[in-house]
């Protein structure tokens, strides 16, 4: 491994330097451009704009070969990566850290910089890129890592370790100091989830910024009525990006991180979803603005805050501020101040030339009807709009929250439940109305008469699931039918359209989208069972009528959610399945030590049997005394109707370990008593082809061979191996050993050389201690085999989940509905620009 | 005034205070165990004692452990849950629950993960000069 200079870091710096100077002066260009309306000066702006890119590039693209080249005197390289992660992870280590994915949120916003450039007419293209490059600007500013004096501007991925720990005493010792390896990305992150999911999402972000930008160039140039035609397939196409990251990370979380559900109303994940219900609420009234010249202010105004949303969101999860209060937002890298200026600029600039241009904003002549399209799509889109705000409002519990006291927490998640319910029964109902007065001019009668079947067939749909699925909850029925309302409803208008032109059905489709997963969240996450066998269905009953009471005489109010299984007793859980437990592999293969448990599923009236495959891994952490903590990975049977998800909380090969580690822990303590540690030897002895059955394992004497002479000492009267097979009942491995036995004489006197054979996995240490010709056996010497045969048990804890697909198919109708709108707007943008 | 837009403003008012009230009620305060002991639901942050013993015990089912508070105190805290992942590289902790006779009870806990530097161990280091 060579190691490149300090010189590499420098222009590292260097590079990103450049591309913050390039983005600084094309300001100035673009700002005369669009100021004087000058072409000349804009096509230098382009050229500034496409060199800030490059340099960007450059600077990726050292960052990536560094981590590639394991460079671990740099900080990002040393604390994201290390000299065992695959080559597919040390690509995502490049935006695992906040540094670098600054970088990659800076490279999309520059690719599609480079779109606007070619598609944007006058007179937006000079002020709108003059925005991106402003928003630019911010974000470089923040991998700058300019020192003045005491303060530094933005953390630069290529500073070293020196220069990140100045007061660390090996640091102090010895300022040339270079780790042999990183401390390596977090295991949660190694997964493929993690390659597509965080690039999606800063493609979204880097789309949002545009509508935000159209808005502002709408403002400046006092043209306030064509923006949202170029900016509408841009908003959708940030929308369909955010959405499809959100789904990718509801999938991850529920499919690998063990977070039990698709969603948790995790600050994070808000944070996602806040910019996607604004932009969502931009994209209505843009849609109406296009149609009937109304509604410019709302369309400007949800532009300007679907982007202040990201960069606040971004300010929450980045400036270390949800520290307490989230489960994976990211610590602060002194970029609070940097963060907190970079969103009141862009809150201020975007409200500033809102208000400042008020005045001449169009008004609409005469108010629209309540059924109109206009009256409609409005309320739908406020709804959504106050669906964020409320959301908003949660997760900026740390700072709006000190209204209340000085220390706040986040809320409770029901205040996230009760309020965006009611609010989604609203929308559901005002969808279809929507739809129906979009596409054709109805009077309350004549609403009444078309909506008359999909009312009939909602209500029967509704009572059907109420009584299959035993719903008593008065709300949840009313909940329900709102949903099943915005499926038929929205379907009819489906079919209505495909039979006129296909082209159309965007919009109905994504409403269609919605009522699946209106339906889809309420059963899978109200009706959410764990499985249970029947003694502890019995116990969880006592506890909850309060009848359990712990031994200082409290009474228990959790139930148990956990199942415990031996191997091979079957159980019968929830009276639906008999569940066995039949062992686990272990291997070594993604991660050393991984064990993969074998669950089998089958039905009590027959079927075909199943398999779930948890898995349970050891993490080095230098945190806990034994330095080994063990992660889990769960598994899912996706079924149509319902979903089982399951991983393990315990088993007996991970408490064996545990006190394994313990021992080995105690004996490096100094006034240990070894004796203790031989005592556990144990010997066997048995015949060629005989087999012994100990502790969970099984010996089998296969046959001597004779020793390779060339290992021996010399003067060696005898060199014979065993061939051992040994079998471990609990994870059906089987491993071969061959120890040695010899004998040699040296001046005269006889010496047994016979080398101990670890069995690291099982923590097993053989010694192949005599040969008896006589009766034609040997003597084994085992140690660390336990003297009783503990049982193996797992402790599982799994749930049903019902109608999961159906969230994820009302998601994909959603992305559906998106792409169809997206090819609609765009396909006649590009028409208008070739005209 | 329009009627439409006094309308328009009651109704706003109405929805904000509603929502700003019904925040106000979900959100507690942060403590420590001392403060607890006299709170039916509380948020106490701390950092977890890894000098002291934890582990999830199969007989109880429960995940035991001992945590230091902002003030100092260090209490055992159970959870009736299964270590959750990444539980040991957690430098902050935010247990949810309530005291009972000196011991923590927590309904939810929340981890925060650190930036790996803080927790490394310099000693763990080799000099790349020797290696």
């Known amino acids: 491994m060579a190691e490149v200079g300090p010189v590499f870091g420098i222009l590292g710096k260097l590079t990103i330097t450049f591309s913050f100077l390039f983005c600084l002066i094309s300001l100035i260009y673009y700002y005369l451009a669009a100021k004087n309306e000058d072409e000349k000066k804009l096509r230098i702006g382009n050229w500034l704009f496409g060199l800030k890119g490059f340099f960007m590039i450059v600077a990726s693209a ?109 640091i102090q010792a010895n300022p040339d ?212 705000l409320v959301i908003i409002l949660g997760t900026s519990s740390p700072i709006i929250g000190l209204l209340f006291n000085d220390n706040p927490t986040p809320p409770e998640i029901s205040f996230y439940n009760d309020w965006s319910m009611p609010i989604a029964i609203i929308m559901a109902i005002l969808t279809v109305l929507g739809q129906y007065l979009f596409w054709k001019k109805y009077d309350a009668e004549t609403l009444a008469t078309a909506l008359i079947y999909p009312l009939l067939i909602t ?52 409403h269609v989208g919605f009522g699946v997963l209106l339906i889809g969240i309420l059963a899978s996450t109200a009706y959410n069972r764990p499985l249970l066998d029947q003694n502890t269905e019995d116990y969880n009953a006592a506890v909850k009528r309060g009848e359990v009471q712990d031994p200082q005489g409290f009474t228990i109010s959790q139930t148990i959610e956990m199942l415990e299984l031996n191997l091979d007793e079957p159980k019968v859980i929830n009276d639906q399945y008999i569940v066995t437990y039949e062992g686990y592999d272990l291997s070594n293969q993604n991660r050393p030590g991984q064990q993969t448990y074998r669950i089998r599923f089958q039905e009590v009236d027959g079927g075909r049997p199943f398999y779930l495959y948890p898995e349970v891994y050891p993490m080095l952490a230098t945190s806990t005394p034994g330095n080994v903590s063990w992660s889990v990975d769960p598994d899912v049977r996706t079924g149509l109707l319902s979903d089982i998800y399951l991983y393990v909380a315990g088993s007996a090969f991970v408490d064996q370990r545990n006190k394994q580690i313990e021992r080995q822990q105690e004996l490096l303590q100094p006034a240990s008593d070894e004796t203790e540690d031989q005592l556990q030897a144990q010997t ?136 169809v709108s997206i090819f609609r707007h765009w396909g006649r943008e590009r028409k208008k620009s070739e005209e | 005034m329009k009627p439409k837009v006094v309308l328009g403003i009651i109704a706003i008012v109405a929805f904000t205070s509603l929502l700003m009230f019904n925040l106000g009620e979900s959100i507690s305060t942060y403590t420590d165990f001392e403060t607890a002991t006299e709170m039916s639901s509380a948020h106490v942050p701390g950092t977890w004692d890894s000098s002291k013993e934890y582990g999830f015990s199969k007989e109880t089912l429960q995940f035991t452990f001992y945590m230091k508070d902002e003030s100092g105190n260090v209490k055992k805290v159970i959870y009736p849950r299964p270590k959750p992942n990444n539980f040991e590289e957690a430098d902050r902790l935010v247990v949810i629950g309530e005291m009972r006779n000196d011991v923590f009870y927590a309904n939810e806990m929340l981890m925060k993960c650190p930036s790996k530097y803080n927790s490394a161990d310099p000693s763990d280091y080799v000099k790349a000069s020797e290696s």
């Open chain 1, 459 to 510: 209500s029967l749909l509704t009572l059907a699931s109420i009584i299959i699925g035993g719903v008593r909850n008065a709300y949840y029925m009313l909940y329900l039918f709102a949903g099943f309302f915005a499926i038929v409803g929205n379907s009819w208008v489906v079919g209505r359209l495909a039979i006129q032109n296909t082209k159309l059905i965007g919009g109905s489709l994504t």
């Open chain 1, 62 to 170: 050292m960052l990536v070969w560094l981590i590639f080249k394991h460079q671990f005197q740099y900080y990002y390289v040393f604390n994201y990566t290390s000299l065992d992660l695959a080559p597919k992870y040390l690509w995502s280590a490049f935006y695992g850290g906040q540094e670098g994915s600054f970088m990659l949120w800076i490279f999309f916003s520059w690719l599609i910089g480079l779109g606007l450039m070619r598609w944007t007419r006058a007179p937006y293209k000079a002020p709108v890129l003059f925005f991106l490059g402003l928003t630019q600007l911010f974000l470089i500013s923040m991998i700058l890592g300019w020192r003045f004096g005491d303060m530094t501007l933005g953390a630069s991925p290529f500073r070293t370790i020196a220069e990140e720990m100045p007061n660390a005493p090996f």
């Open chain 1, 684 to 819: 066997i002895e048995f015949e060629r082809g005989s087999i012994k059955e100990v502790g969970g394992f099984r010996f089998t004497f296969n046959d001597f061979i004779q020793a390779d002479s060339v290992n021996l000492p010399t003067n060696t009267s005898i060199g014979v191996r065993a061939q051992v097979e040994v079998f471990h009942f609990a994870s059906g491995q089987t491993y071969l050993i061959e120890p040695l036995f010899a004998l040699f004489e040296e001046e005269g006197q006889t010496f047994v050389l016979s080398p101990p054979v670890n069995l690291s996995t099982h923590d097993l240490v053989f010694q192949f201690t005599s040969v008896k010709p006589e009766s034609n056996s040997i003597e084994l010497s085992i140690t660390g085999l336990d003297e009783e045969y503990q049982e193996d048990w797992v402790l599982i804890v799994a749930e049903k989940k019902p109608f999961i697909s159906v969230v994820w198919t009302g998601t994909f109708l959603l992305m559906a509905g998106f792409t």
């Open chain 1, 177 to 388: 100091f270079i780790p042999v390896d990183g401390t390596g990305l977090n295991d949660l992150l190694k997964s493929p989830w993690m390659m597509i999911h965080p690039p999606l999402l800063f493609v979204g972000f880097a789309m949002m910024t545009i509508p935000y930008c159209f808005a502002m160039a709408a403002l400046w140039k006092r043209k306030y009525n064509e923006w949202v035609g170029p900016a509408l397939p841009w908003t959708l196409g940030a929308n369909l990006s955010l959405l499809t990251a959100i789904f990718l990370g509801g999938y991850w979380a529920y499919v690998t991180l063990s977070f039990g559900g698709f969603w948790a109303w995790d600050p994070v994940e808000n944070a996602s979803l806040v910019p996607w219900l604004i932009g969502t609420a931009g994209i209505h009234t843009m849609i109406i603005q296009r149609k009937s010249s109304v509604a410019q202010k709302s369309s400007l105004i949800f532009a300007i805050l679907a982007y202040v949303a990201i960069v606040y969101e971004t300010f929450l999860t980045r400036s270390g501020i949800l520290s307490d209060s989230s489960v994976h937002s990211f610590v602060d890298l002194g970029l609070y101040n940097q963060l907190l200026i970079f969103m009141l600029v862009v809150t201020g600039v975007g409200l500033g030339m809102f208000f400042w241009r008020y005045k001449e904003l169009p008004s609409p002549d005469k108010e629209s009807k309540i059924l109109s399209r206009e009256f409609m799509t409005f309320t739908g889109a406020v709804m959504l709009f106050v669906l964020g």
